[in-house]
């Protein structure tokens, strides 16, 4: 168990991580979700003891990260993903790590069987690709085999077959009981990994949720209709108390709505239909929606910050907004 209460980052007058609470539990995958430069990594930083709270505090199962004996055996994890120049091997990387945290040699090879890399556990660290490095960093952190697990954007750099792996790994080290903390900037990874999630947006959470409710709330169903006789297809929706909203190109959408009423609907008045197609909004769409007064640099001004919101709180049902 991981629990945050009030932790705060500041770096001079940035504030990267503004008092997050929030536990991650044992047994599932919690997704940590935010676009790039939200504050994750600073926030897995602390966690780690690698960089020091401003203010609040954080502890894993109940101590400091300092105050943990043989803290590999306790919390493995995956930091940001970083070029390799090691002059070791993947074999003696481990190796030395294996030593200076009390875990037996036997684990090595264990590991690198794990990731896949027992056949180029003999070549120095610095060919390595990202993907290769990525397995290695994930290898480091199996091998106190503990019982948290953290990774910081662990499909970067991998290939489709290695993204599909580590989804695979992630949900069996949660299914064995583990604490699974996973961090990614798409919406669609973690829809497809985490059983709960954490989203944050300039260092603040904005919601603390499990995925079938993040799911239940922000997808929209709704029908997509065509009809050559929009007008009249309008009116006899409208009369039937049918709310229809036109989506450009002659498009209608109809919330809510089921596409066996509007299809038997049009039938009863002769209107030819088209299109008559049900449709779920993207949870990615969600996720931009609920981040959008968030993000630091948006993509059409790269470089010029967004004028800063004033702070302010929506009340009510575990969603967080600032
Ligand atoms: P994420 O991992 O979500 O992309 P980061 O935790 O890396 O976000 O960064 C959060 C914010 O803190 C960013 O605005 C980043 O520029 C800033 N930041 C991170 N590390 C430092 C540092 N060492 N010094 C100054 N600012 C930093
Ligand atoms: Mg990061």
Sequence with gaps: MIELEGLTKRYGEKVAVN??????????????????????????????????????????????????KDPLTYIGALLEAKAWHGGRTAYNHLLCLAHSNGIPRSR????????????????????????????????????????????????????????????????????????????????SEMALTAEHLVVIGQGRLLADTS?????????????????????RLLDVLHQAGVVAVESGDGVLEVDGGKAEQIGELAARHRITLHELSPQQASLEEAFMQLTAESVEYHAHSETSPASPEPARQQGGDGWKRG
């Design 108 to 187: 090595v090879r264990d590991v690198l069987e794990t990731v896949g890399l027992t056949a180029v556990a003999r070549k120095k660290t610095k060919g390595f690709s990202m993907g290769m490095g990525q397995r290695l960093g994930i290898a480091a952190a199996l091998l106190g085999d503990p019982r948290i697990l953290m990774f910081d954007e662990p499909v970067n750099g991998l290939d489709p077959e290695g993204i599909h792996w580590i989804r695979t790994l992630m949900k069996s080290l949660a299914a064995q009981g583990r604490t699974v903390f996973v961090s990614s900037h798409l919406m």
């Design 19 to 68: 008092n997050l609470s929030f536990t991650v539990r044992p047994g599932i995958v919690t997704g940590f979700l935010g676009p790039n430069g939200a504050g994750k990594s600073t926030t897995m930083r602390m966690i780690l003891g690698l960089d020091h709270p401003t203010a609040g505090d954080v502890r894993i199962d109940g101590k400091h990260y300092q105050q943990l």
């Design 211 to 231: 995925m079938a409710d993040f799911i239940d709330r922000n997808s929209r169903s709704y029908v997509r209709v065509r009809s050559p006789q929009r007008e």
